[in-house]
Structures are given as C-alpha cells and as structure tokens.
C-alpha cells in the first residue's frame, strides 16, 4: 500500500475549544508569558489568524468561560427569595455561580493553575471590582443584619470574591 500523500489545501478545521485547550495547556507547560499566539497555532498546526478568529487574545483564553460565573451569581443574589435567610441564598449564590459552564473540569484545572501561576493574572482577579462584588455588598447590605452605612457588607463582597 503506498503511503499517503501530504494533505494539500485547507488545514483541517479547528474549533475554539480546540484553541483555548491547546493554548492552557502550552500555558502551563510553558507559562503564560513565554507562549505566544504563533505558539499556540503552531501546535495546531493553523496560523495565527486562525487562532485569532476563535479568541480575541491571548489573556481572553485564560478567561474563557469564567464570566459566566459572576453572572450566576447576580442573578441568584437577584433571585433569591425573600424568606431565604440571607446567609442560606448567598451560599447558594456563591455556589450556583461556581458551577463552571462546561463539562470540562480538566479545562478548569488548567486554568486555575494558570491564573495562580502568573503574577500578572492573578492581579487581575485581585484588582477586578466587579459586578459581582457590588450585587453581594447590596444583597448583603440590604438583607443582612447590619446598618446600611456599616463596613460589613463591604467586608463580606470582599472576602466572598476572595474565597471563590
């Protein structure tokens, strides 16, 4: 049987999820500063404009999906029934919003090793004030027991996006 020949034409077609999966993984091999996008479709055997049209950059890989967290959690603060003791419907929040949306959990271990390898990358997550941050300390500050100008609420917004 004589071998095959080289494929000619358009290199096959690569999903996003292929992208940002070949790209965490090169991250974590290589950290995130070293790898560059040609990096990355390299290893995918496509171009760079490739890889570009499934991601805007490279720092929006890292990010990939995570949004959908704070977004979960707005919505069950905003949800939350007004008989639910504040401190059951903020677990829940909390909890609804760390359900990462994909069936992947080796995308999210990737990630999160990422994120806590790069200096840079986790100061983003430590500066970020974020919606999130702003729905716990209103929810908190209308539904907990403390005074509305007290610095609790604001503590509690803290901690929250520190512990998730």
């Known amino acids: 049987m004589a071998p095959k020949a080289p494929r000619r034409g358009r290199p096959p077609a690569t999903s996003r999820r292929e992208v940002v999966r070949t790209a965490l993984r090169l991250f974590d091999e290589r950290g995130f500063e070293a790898t560059t996008l040609e990096d990355v479709a390299a290893a995918l055997g496509v171009g760079r404009t490739t890889v570009l049209r499934h991601v805007e950059s490279k720092s929006a890989i890292v990010w990939e999906g995570l949004e959908g967290a704070e977004e979960a959690l707005v919505d069950g603060l905003r949800d939350a029934p007004v008989d639910r003791p504040w401190r059951e419907a903020l677990l ?31 100061g983003v997550v430590a500066s970020a004030g974020t919606a999130g941050d702003e729905a716990v300390e209103a929810f908190v500050a209308a539904r907990g027991p403390w005074a509305a100008d007290a610095p609790e609420p604001h503590a509690l917004a803290q901690a929250t996006r520190a512990a998730a």
């Open 92 to 122: 829940e929040a909390l909890v609804a919003g760390q359900r990462y949306p994909d069936d992947d959990l080796e995308l999210l271990r990737l990630r999160l090793l990422v994120i806590g390898s790069e200096p840079a990358l986790r």
